[in-house]
């Protein structure tokens, strides 16, 4: 499948550039993929939509700080943005700056140091922190930098550190914050759990390749990146049971998804424990336990845009794209949301 079928024309101005106040009032778009119907409303009455026969799974990663300012001895800035914790001070990080080669220290605030141990590819290197675990971990939290999508054009990523937050994070290590879950407020859970609708909470730590263009013409040949992920043994015990209760699965973000489907075993159940996953999911896949999606509106020829179209057609998703770009919804990540779903309408 070509990747030029997933393109899209989408005005500059339709990127939202920052968080709709109160973040619950975000426009809704709910797409029957059944019916091909849709429907237009806010996010606060999704509520509306669903019954006790739902059950929500959201994503409770936070979005880690993970870019950080520091200082060469030369006094030469160097700018590095980790991307995955090896443990006792260890990360793999991309690092920019002039010169920077293995055996430099890189000095930050608060008496931070790092040092180039290896070079792994390209601006990837290993570097060993001076100081390890909660206390390290406590002074990236002070110091870092949110790393925000490079569509957001924002100078001040501290300013809207909140913003690209979901009210229910929980642990910490995400480049990327889960965006469906933006659109959430505590009053919107409450009419949630008023209806009997049951949330469960899984972990995926989303990687700085969620924001990495697809760079094949066959979309097949793509290589997706790995993240993190996480189900407890009574998390996957309580959703298998609601499955075979015949309940609805509802994935909160392409993240969640991603997770759900990852953790699927041949008999169709869910397994709990940690791993790494780099799961595909494009047309032709058929999803093993999700059943609807709430989601953002993604950018063209992107990984997430093939997978809402493994949940509807891509046919059908563009169609409905090419209205609500008519209609004017927010897109990407501080954007309006979209309801997947099947004979609700």
Excluded: C
């Excluded at 949110?146 to 501290?158: C, E, F, G, R, V």
């Amino acid at each position: 499948m070509k990747l030029s079928l997933f393109d899209y024309n989408l005005p500059k101005n339709l990127i939202a550039q920052k968080q709709i106040k109160p973040r619950d009032h975000s426009r809704l778009l709910i797409l029957d993929r059944a019916k091909q119907k849709i429907f237009h409303d806010y996010f606060y009455n999704l509520p509306q939509y669903l019954t006790a026969n739902d059950v929500l799974v959201i994503n409770q990663t936070k979005v880690f700080p993970a870019r950080l300012y520091g200082k060469k001895k030369t006094g030469g800035q160097v700018e590095i943005l980790l991307t995955e914790n090896k443990r006792k001070g260890n990360w793999l990080a991309l690092i920019g700056g002039r010169n920077i080669k293995v055996g430099d220290i890189i000095y930050f605030d608060k008496k931070l140091e790092a040092k180039i141990i290896k070079d792994i590819d390209g601006k990837t290197k290993q570097i060993k922190f001076n100081i390890v675990d909660n206390k390290l971990e406590k002074i990236i939290e002070t110091i870092g930098h949110t790393p925000l999508p490079p569509y957001i054009k924002t100078h001040d990523s501290q300013k809207i550190k909140n913003d690209y937050q979901t009210i229910y994070a929980k642990n910490s290590g995400s480049a990327a914050a889960p965006t469906a879950g933006l659109h959430f407020t505590d009053k919107v859970f409450k009419k949630i759990e008023k209806l009997g609708v049951k949330v469960f909470r899984v972990t995926l730590h989303v990687g700085l390749g969620t924001f990495a263009p697809v760079e094949v013409d066959d979309i097949k040949k793509h290589k997706i990146h790995h993240e993190w992920a996480s189900v407890d043994r009574q998390t996957a015990n309580a959703l298998n049971r609601l499955k075979s209760q015949g309940k609805n699965i509802i994935a909160v973000g392409t993240t969640s998804a991603r997770t759900l489907e990852a953790f699927v075993n041949n008999s169709g159940k869910l397994s709990s424990g940690n791993k790494w996953v780099d799961i595909y999911i494009y047309p032709g896949y058929r999803y093993r336990f999700v059943d609807d999606l709430i989601t953002n509106f993604h950018l063209p020829k992107s990984s997430l845009l093939f997978m809402v179209s493994a949940l509807a057609s891509r046919e059908l998703i563009l169609k409905v794209y090419k209205r609500a770009i008519k209609l004017k919804y927010r897109f990407f990540s501080f954007g309006d949301a979209m309801f997947i779903t099947k004979d609700r309408l």
